[in-house]
Every structure is written in C-alpha cells, then in structure tokens.
C-alpha cells in the first residue's frame, strides 16, 4: 500500500481585520482548544475553560465571523452545535505593528501578550506533570536558551530552516509517539 502524502498545513495569515477579531484572549483560548482537542461544542469548551456557555458560544461565533472556526454539521444534534478549527495555525506579518490604524497596533499587541502568556502556561504545566512522562521522556525534553550574534537576515533564516525542520518531523506516526509542543522565541536583546 503506497504511503500516505503528508498533509500541508493550511495557515490563516492575518490581515487588519481578522487580527482584530481574534485578538482577545478567550477567543485565542477558543481556537488553541480546538485545534488541540477536535471538534466541540459551546458548553464542551465553557467547560474545559472554565467560562460561560453564553461567553464562549459568542466568541465562537465571532471567530467564524472572520474564519478561525467552523461548523462541525455531521456531529450536531437538534440545536447542539459543533464547532472546529478552520485552519492548523495563524501567521502573523510583523507589518501590522506598523498599520495607521492605532486599533489594529493594539490588536497585534494583545495578540502577541496572550501567545506569550499561553507559551509560558504550556511550559508551566509541563513542568508541573513531568512526572506523568518519567522515565521514557526524560532525556527527550528540552528548555533550554541561546544568545547568538546574528543579522535580522541570518536570524530570518535561522528561523526559516528551524520551521522546516520542525515540517519534516510532523507527521510521525510510531505507535509511542506523543504530541510534542515546540515554542520558538527569536528576539534582539540589548548588547552589553
């Protein structure tokens, strides 16, 4: 039987305006949710977060608004309603920092704080289950930090092929494998 093609990553590049309607952090908890878990309904997700069915059933609808979700129909019943996610992930274009628009600089700002704060509660919680993966993931993690001199172009680069690394080992389907999270954060840091 021929192997299966690996299948591309369908990415919803932001724009001004889907940036301000995902830009709120119960909707980026939405979304994260259901890429995560699968598809869900409004109460499912209040649930796992914590929140109102009221709050999450109008920021789903609000995501779908600008394409982040959609309807789940073959998993409905009567008037529950299933949702999942539209695309795999997000690509933000740096550009919009620069927009006129001072609503759609704070959008970007929101944005990047709440991708941030769910980086640093990923690893915190990773932390505080480690012991849930001992011993047979215990000398495949890693948290570890560089400081390298690099141009904006070689860190673009760097980044570039750490990407397509990370593509090339996406689809691995042994039977012990897990869901490995990865964070990348490149950033200037003042010189000493």
Do not use: C
């Not at 021929?2 to 919803?12: D, L, N, V």
């Not at 305006?17 to 598809?39: D, V, W, Y």
């Not at 309904?41 to 929140?51: F, K, N």
């Amino acid at each position: 039987m021929p192997e299966p093609e690996p299948q591309e990553r369908r990415i919803h590049h932001l724009d001004a305006r889907s940036l301000r309607g995902l830009a709120h952090p119960l909707r980026m908890q939405l979304l994260n949710a259901l890429r995560r878990h699968g598809p869900a309904t409004a109460s499912m997700l209040a649930e796992r977060l914590g929140e109102s069915s009221g709050a999450t059933s109008y920021h789903l609808r609000q995501l779908a608004t600008h394409g982040f979700v959609e309807d789940t129909p073959e998993r409905g019943k009567g008037r529950e309603r299933w949702w999942q996610a539209a695309q795999d992930g997000v690509g933000f274009d740096e550009n919009l920092f620069l927009d006129t628009d001072p609503a759609v600089r704070g959008a970007a700002d929101t944005f990047l704080h709440e991708v941030a704060t769910t980086h640093a509660r990923e690893l915190s919680t990773a932390i505080g289950t480690r012991e849930d993966w001992l011993p047979k993931w215990s000398h495949s993690t890693d948290m570890s930090d560089w400081t390298v001199r690099l141009t904006p172009e070689h860190t673009r680069e760097l980044v570039g092929k750490i990407h397509e690394l990370l593509e090339n080992y996406a689809d691995d389907d042994a039977p012990e494998a897990e869901r490995v999270r990865f964070h990348l954060h490149a950033f200037p840091i003042e010189s000493e």
